[in-house]
């Protein structure tokens, strides 16, 4: 039972790219499915979604900009001293990590591994599977394909960059981790996972929500990401592609997701 967990992360890692080209064909499956069946959509706002889905895309086009520059940096050797023309994240991310060194013994890390604890894979799982039973219990199918293909997705973007560049962790760290890494996972879990239940929330609401559901959010993922860097789990530039990818899939996701809606309301309207 202690192994499980290692040896199904190293079975991910070595399936990763055609699992996530499952994903994805089933993902493109769906959408069809739903366009043909036109199965219901709880949405009380599905009049307005298309101008979402264009600026939500815009933005994930934005954030894979930088996002594909770090990778290919990082994968030149960028994260080591053998890339004479990459940035110099080590010079960069060696003075947060001396840093890190000198808080051995801080009264504060304890909560800090707490805090970290929001983006972890066991929690993540529980609130993916909470987060699943009320969708379907909505009868959300749409809702709950764009959560699916959203949490699982990242997750395999993640294992197939880190596979694939390879940059150890820090030296000095105050959790135990294991695996490569870049990027982190906890940064762009977190801005995935939380960032869908705001959406979800936000979208599907018959009342107003309360004004705090985006700073929140906001701050869970900041929070857990920072948290990453401080108990030396991740370098700092490993965090920040965290979140430039779980930007860049949670935006393409979410504007997949409003333009089925937007065509389901178009349909009905014509019928």
Known sequence: MVDTL?????????????????????????????????????????????????????????????????????????????????????????????????????????????????????????????????????????????????????GLCVRLIKHSVGRERPEVRWVLEQGYSFPSGHSAGTLVCYGLLAWLWLSMSRHAPPRGVVPLTVAVVLSVGMSRVVLGAHYVSDVLAGWLLGLTWLSLVIAAADMARHVAAHRRQAG
């Open 6 to 154: 290692p040896r199904m992360m190293q079975w991910i890692d070595q399936a990763a790219a055609p699992l996530l080209a499952l994903l994805l064909i089933a993902a493109a499956g769906g959408f069809f499915l739903h366009e043909r069946w036109r199965l219901p959509v709880r949405d009380m706002h599905a009049q307005r979604t298309l101008r979402a889905a264009y600026g939500w895309c815009a933005l994930g086009l934005l954030a894979a900009l930088p996002l594909a520059w770090m990778v290919w940096n990082m994968a030149q050797g960028g994260g080591t001293a053998s890339c004479a023309g990459c940035v110099d994240w080590l010079s960069i991310d060696g003075r947060v990590a001396a840093w890190v060194q000198a808080q051995e013994g801080a009264p504060w890390l304890g909560a800090v591994k707490l805090l970290t604890q929001l983006g972890h894979i066991v929690w993540m799982a529980a609130l993916g599977a909470m987060a699943s039973f009320w969708l379907l219990w909505r009868r959300a199918w749409l809702q709950m394909g764009a959560w699916v293909v959203g949490v699982a997705g990242v």
